[in-house]
């Protein structure tokens, strides 16, 4: 068996459905470990990896997605320009409150050993914003950290600061892990190693609709795509030449679940294939 115990520091990417991937990746690795991290940070739907992984809750993450994509009424586009937009987050926290409820209990109790972080955006200025929540506020931090401008509700409030989706101001917080204390690292990604993004179409649309804004917050959509690739290349070093090491456990091509038309059979595609490459690693460590 593999040691694990030199993991310090775990990041999960976000990434909509694509997390399905993820699950794959921290379910397998909830069965093959146990792992022991000091800290970890979400971002996005990867905040909701998290919290399932750290409540011990097999499957959790992998069976709310495909519930929701196969129920019609969490992606509709006939609602697109409503107050809750395309995906409906509402919908998602009243299922996950109604038919998979997180384990608070066991939540609260790993903050005490481990500390985790969900990154949200401060719609103010633009900024990283990273918490720790405790108790109800588990399901106000991951819902915040997933509100996407254009695609679902804008932006929601936190502890009386509006926020939106963590991805935009750190998508892929390695720089936050290293302040931390992070000297070996394992990141969990919904892209490619190495793969680089272009400007979306919906950060574009973004950057028009919030044109009066305060100038960070419209780079972050005309520009963050940059900010992105650049923290992927640094991904690729494997560590600083300081004794700070990091690697990444990643799809070996484009996820299936990366698509607003994405159906079940899809989300369990990319499930299975973050288990296999779970298992992968597993075996080469």
Partial sequence: MPDLTEYDT???????????????VM???????????????????????????????YKHFVRIARDLVDDGQFIRFSSAWSEEGL?????????????????LQALDQIQESTRAEVVLTRAQDGSPMYVQPRGDAWM????ASSALPMLTRGRLKWDQTWVFDGGYSDALPLQRALDLGGRRIL???????????????????????YW??????????????????????????????????WEEIAP????KSDSLSVRGVDVMWDYRLGVEQAMNWWARK
């Avoid at 795509?225 to 991904?235: F, M, T």
Wanted: charged share 20%.
């Fill in 187 to 209: 990141v969990v990604r919904t892209r490619p190693v190495g793969d680089h993004i272009a400007q979306s179409t919906v950060d574009y649309l973004a950057s028009y609709w």
């Fill in 252 to 255: 070996p091509f484009p996820l």
């Fill in 140 to 143: 106000d931090a991951l819902m």
């Fill in 27 to 57: 379910d397998a690795l909830m069965l093959l470990g146990p792992m022991s991290f000091e800290r970890v940070i979400g971002a996005s739907a990867g905040s909701m990896v998290m919290a399932s992984y750290l409540s011990g809750q």
């Fill in 87 to 103: 995906m409906n987050l509402a919908h998602l926290k009243a299922h996950v409150l109604k038919h998979a409820p997180l384990d």
């Fill in 212 to 245: 009066n804004e305060e100038p960070h917050v419209l780079e972050l959509f005309e520009k963050g795509h940059e900010r992105y690739n650049a923290v992927v290349d640094r991904l690729r070093m494997g560590g600083d030449g300081e004794g700070r090491q």
């Fill in 10 to 24: 775990l990041i999960l990417e976000g990434g909509s459905l694509r997390c399905a991937f993820s699950a794959g």
